[in-house]
């Protein structure tokens, strides 16, 4: 008893974890590469759960809005770096907290606007209903689905990180923006690729996390204060950072309500305040950045 | 390209020697003696838009504190909430148990304030830059969490002290002398009086060797540290006077409201108070007290229009755009084109550079 | 993390942008506070005014439009605009489900406004903010759409205050014999852990036990947690055969789902106050939701032809089935018009004394405030969902007859 109890919890902070990684890697990302603070990145999770919402709406279709709202908050979040986010490179960045709170209160009101205030939730395809016997317990299966779809995205873009060629002009980009410049590449262009692709995972994330959970206007704030507790955690522009420490924060979130529900939270506070006191780089982060 | 680089750069460039010049200065009194005159007026016409301007007073209060802290030590603070609401919880609990003697109680808070700030400063102080403001971060979330669940309460063995998600309510109001100061009038003046002697005060000490130090920090802290300072001992003396002022602000609200409540601690108010920093325009001390107003104004007067964030998050996004140094800017810009066909000229030529930037 | 203060949790909420409103300066408001501050508005004799102090904006903004749609739809559609041949105005300020926004909105609508009525808040925190104001001052009738803190009554109670709405104490405790009767004889406990959720736990868990139940734990979950994996991990541990619980809006909505996801539904079944299953958390609970057990004083279903004349007429006026903040809505609009026409002067104690104890034609069904507390003394509904054709909806499987509560010492 004890044993499922505590296998099934560890199964529960993976796949949290793994979630978590969706919506933190493009924050970590676009932190590292611009040294842009992105509060809207929770806008943008939102936004895919209610492009996801209008979409099966209009279609019927679960696997259209798996497919078509990640890409449709790509764009946006494309247009809000190129519109407004552009333009401010090169200046202090805390105009960047400005700019995206602004979009934050912007967007908060836009979708209370248009979809209205109360709680709404997409039905999950019955093809995913029900659950899956895993020997020791049983797990819902459109959660191991959550679980499968994060692991293969992390996976596929550590590896095109490593090796394809525009993750190295990204990573090169992230080291010395002003050298990858100079050599030649359009480094602009890359940063806006950097932040569409960092939209289109919170998009996935929100279609994903709008199926599993309620979706209303405030869950854009209730998601990024963890947000920046993981990036900070993990290392501020480190993939590797987000990775490791949104799988720490899963397994926090998951084991620490058997012990101190109330003190969860403060549990998060006080891990964030001890990385950032003993190493402020984060556990992969930079120190040089410091 | 390291933040805490860029911060310095963006911070070195072209800040005057002399916080608040001559004609600030005049400009100031003037506005001084309006708000002085204003109270009456409303009086007569509208008694509740004192209430209004005395919440702009309180928030002009905290944004000073912001400022004072950030424009000039260059500390960014995402934790100031934890100081304004320490500082109202303290004021409210005092004014249940104690005494509405404001005497007491103001002091209190900013002592509470101070405390926390000192607190949270000395432990954050060996971070820098943006981990600086994370580490702020993380404290008043701390803070807030402890009030939300009460944890005091729980400590103490007590029923309840923060009283959790309802927070401290049916606060009395501060009495002064033995007068009550309950009408939106003496409210307003009490208010208008310390934020005016805080702007003395801040100015005093930015002009101050202290101050001096202090911006000597924010452009180049390893020199300071090589000349011989104490650089950190500076840092946390500076966080520590901005907690006390932003524990003032809050000991002021909570009468005003009747009401000391966890909203006081969330990291949105720290969001809000930086905002209001930077579109007045960070390091003016005039303009974070202009940006206040110009918040508590555009939520106020939005708030009719159906969905009001709408419009406010726009605001925010078009300032942050095409006037930069914020308020203050603007009103430099203004000051120093007189002529409306250059300034028109210089509309367009700011959309023209808009236009460069995003489309090259 | 969520912003706090709810009685209606989660919230954001927000979140999380709220800030007090004031009058000053507003273009569409300015017409009226010129009118107040020259000595017109409620207090003058020609018309009867009516301030709504509710959040428009966030996650509660559709509870607070619900309430004001209830109460026009009685105080406008029905009498046609007039109480007793005064005309009713309007006055509105979003208080963001902020308490400090709430105190202030309210002292501005007494003094300045000079009120006859003010309806809200949606939040009991924001209530408790609003108290002190309202008792000191007597100006107006204060009519609590939605904010059920039983401690509204038990701390100093104020004669203005009455609730067209609920106490935690009934949309909690007497659902504890039915389920010892009908479900289980023991019950784990799950909650927000805040203070609505508190208090409805207790009470539950005080009267349960006073009928030989037995609880066999308590599983409190911050306010906001959007993943109860772990807590319901807690709650299949507990090896009890019946739930009870409190939990509202989007967190009433995670919980149901995953509580049936992790099929706990089919060893345990779930039962709650009423918000945990109501008409707004039912669409995005689907399917989830089927055979659980609720309480609540209204049900849009319930097949009465007072509750049939309301929902229709709401139906045709607003295009949606009303909800129970809907039904708190219109109820205070039928108190408005009762202290109205029966009070002996125009003065606000007259119409105190013209409502208490009276009876008013709810569509929830028998509704009297208690004389004692201003409370109500009402039916109360217990549910249990089923699915229709028109996707799930709660369908009343008894109603308990004018349920008081107790006075908490209260005694007006």
Known sequence: ?290 | MSVKDVLGRHFSAHRQTDVLSGRVRLGLVVAGVIAVLFAPFAQMVHPFWMDLVTHMFIFALFALSLDFVFGYAGLLSFGHAAMFGAGGYAAALLIQEVTASALLVLPAAVIVGALVAALIGWLSVSARGIYFAMLTLAFAQLFYTIAFNDIPAMLLGVESVTNGDNGLVGITSLTLFGMDTGSLMSYYYLSLGILAGMLTLVTRLANSPFGRVLQAIRENEDRVAFIGYNVDRYKVVAFTISGGMAGLAGGLWVPVNSTATTSMLHWTTSGELIVMTLLGGMGTLWGPIAGAFLVVFLEDTLSSIGNWEIYLGIVYIVIVIFAPRGLSGLFQTVRANPNPKVLLGKVRSALATYRKKVFV | MRMPSESMPSEKRSKRYNRRKFLAGSATLAGVSVAGCLGGGGGDSDSIKVGFVLPFSGTYSFLGESIVNGVKLRLDQQLGGEIDGKTVEYVRQDTGADPATGASITQEFLQSENVDFIVGPVSSAVASAMKPEIASSGSAIWLNANAGNYKLVEDSCTQYHFRTSFNTWQTSAPLASYVNDNIADNVVLSYANYTFGQQSKNLFREEFESTGGTVVDEIGAPLGTSDYSSFLQEIENSGADAVFSFFAGSDAVNYINQFSSFGLNESMTQTGSGFLLSADTLAAQGTSATGMYSLLHYTPTKQTDRNQAFVDAYSEQYDMTPNVYACQGYDSGLAAEMAINEADGTDTDSRVSALAGQELDSPRGYFRFKSETHDPVMDMDIREVVETDDGVQNEVVETLSRVEGPTWGCSL
């Open chain 1, 1 to 290: 008893m004890v044993l499922e109890g505590v296998a099934r919890t560890a199964l529960l902070g993976i796949e949290m974890g793994m979630t978590l990684v969706l919506i933190t890697v493009g924050l970590t990302l676009i932190f590292g590469m611009m040294d842009v603070i992105n509060f809207a990145h929770g806008s943008l999770y939102m936004l895919g759960a209610y492009f996801g919402l209008a979409i099966v709406s209009v279609t019927g279709n679960w696997w259209a809005a798996l497919l078509l709202a990640p890409l449709l908050v790509g764009l946006l979040g494309g247009m809000i770096e190129y519109f407004s986010i552009r333009p401010l490179y090169g200046r202090n960045p805390l105009y960047h907290i400005l700019l995206t709170f602004g979009f934050a209160i912007m967007l908060h009101g836009l979708v209370t606007e248009i979809w209205g205030g109360q709680v709404q939730n997409i039905a999950t395809p019955a093809v995913l209903e029900g659950s899956v016997d895993l020997v020791l317990f049983s797990y819902p299966l459109f959660r191991l689905f959550l679980l499968g779809v994060s692991v293969v995205v992390t996976l596929a873009l550590w590896i095109a990180i490593r090796r394809s060629d525009f993750g190295i002009v990204m990573r090169a980009s992230a080291h010395d923006s002003e050298m990858v410049g100079a050599l030649g590449t359009d480094v602009n262009r890359v940063f806006t690729a950097v932040f569409i692709l960092g939209a289109v995972l919170a998009g996935l994330a929100g279609v994903l996390l709008g199926t599993a959970r309620a979706v209303d206007p405030g869950m854009a704030a209730s998601v990024i204060i963890q947000a920046f507790a993981i990036v900070v955690i993990g290392g501020m522009g480190s993939y590797r950072g987000a990775v490791v420490g949104a799988f720490i924060v899963g397994m926090l979130n998951a084991f620490g309500p058997m012990f101190a529900p109330e003190f969860t939270d403060a549990l998060l506070y006080l891990l964030m305040a001890a990385v950032l006191l003993v190493k402020p780089a984060g556990l992969f982060g930079n120190p040089e950045a410091a």
